[in-house]
């Protein structure tokens, strides 16, 4: 007798938990109701060619879901060469419109340069990296280039 009050009282417990369970069921659409996160993406452009000694242009598309991105929280640009002896540090960057943000600065020195845009929207933060050269480059910049790094944090260059 005693077994069969246990079977009847898990027969009784799992019908009680299974109807507690389906009363749980998902909503189809529950992904819709979660906001979709869509990226930042961004394109920087450089000039083709830099002259040392002239005032050069540095420009950032910043786009999120294929749309201009013109209302960021923030778009700051740095600037600096390999070897560490020229550094701009992050400074805001004039917006031009159609998600373009731009800086313009002196290039007084040859060499390899880095520049650094952080910008961010909302909930995403990106800081993509690239690299140009301004007139002609130094052998340390080549043997930098040759290492096939490619990147390059801002202050990390070697003094001469």
Same mark, same amino acid.
């Given at each position: 007798?005693?077994g069969e009050s246990n079977a009847v009282k898990k027969y009784v417990f799992m019908i009680l938990l299974l109807s507690f369970l389906s009363a749980c069921s998902l909503?189809?659409?529950?992904?819709?109701?979660?906001?979709?996160?869509?990226?930042?993406?961004?394109?920087?452009?450089?000039?083709?060619?830099?002259?040392?000694?002239?005032?050069?242009?540095?420009?950032?598309?910043?786009?999120?879901?294929?749309?201009?991105?013109?209302?960021?929280? /923030?778009?700051?640009? *740095?600037?600096? %060469?390999? =070897?560490?002896?020229?550094?701009?540090?992050?400074?805001?960057?004039?917006?031009? &419109?159609?998600?373009?943000?731009?800086?313009?600065?002196?290039?007084?020195?040859?060499?390899?340069?880095?520049?650094?845009?952080?910008?961010?929207?909302?909930?995403?933060?990106?800081?993509?990296?690239?690299? /140009?050269?301004?007139? *002609?480059?130094? %052998?340390? =910049?080549?043997?930098?280039?040759?290492?096939?790094?490619?990147?390059?944090?801002? &202050?990390?260059?070697?003094?001469?």
């Open positions: 007798m005693i909503n189809e659409n529950a992904a819709e109701l979660y906001k979709q996160e869509t990226p930042l993406k961004l394109e920087i452009q450089t000039p083709d060619t830099f002259t040392a000694g002239e005032q050069e242009t540095v420009k950032a598309t910043l786009t999120q879901d294929g749309k201009p991105a013109d209302h960021t929280d /923030f778009v700051h640009f *740095e600037i600096w %060469k390999q =070897d560490g002896t020229v550094h701009y540090g992050m400074e805001e960057a004039g917006n031009e &419109g159609g998600g373009v943000y731009s800086i313009s600065k002196d290039f007084d020195k040859d060499g390899l340069y880095f520049v650094k845009v952080h910008a961010q929207q909302g909930g995403s933060l990106i800081m993509p990296q690239k690299q /140009f050269i301004v007139g *002609e480059l130094s %052998k340390s =910049d080549v043997e930098f280039l040759q290492k096939g790094t490619g990147k390059q944090e801002a &202050g990390q260059g070697h003094h001469h």
